[in-house]
């Protein structure tokens, strides 16, 4: 996926994307705020996942040299 990794929440950011830009401008707006809303969600657990299998290496190597 564009900006990211994929994810259950960007797959469904992109899907919800999707259906709002083919709805009733009314409903529309609605579906593409969730979908977006979906995809930073999604951004944001794979940042967090990074981050901490980051930390684990660090405590790792560290345990390592003891």
């Known amino acids: 996926?564009?900006?990211g990794e994929p994810t259950l929440?960007?797959?469904q950011g992109v899907m919800y994307s999707a259906v709002g830009s083919v709805l009733l401008a009314s409903?529309?707006?609605r579906w593409d705020e969730d979908g977006q809303t979906?995809?930073?969600?999604g951004k944001a657990?794979?940042?967090a996942a990074k981050d901490k299998?980051?930390?684990?290496?660090t405590?790792?190597?560290?345990?390592?040299?003891s």
């Open 53 to 57: 299998a980051a930390r684990e290496a």
């Open 9 to 11: 929440k960007n797959a």
């Open 1 to 3: 996926m564009a900006g």
């Open 38 to 41: 979906l995809q930073k969600e």
């Open 59 to 65: 405590s790792d190597a560290a345990k390592a040299k």
């Open 45 to 47: 657990e794979v940042q």
């Open 27 to 29: 409903t529309s707006d």
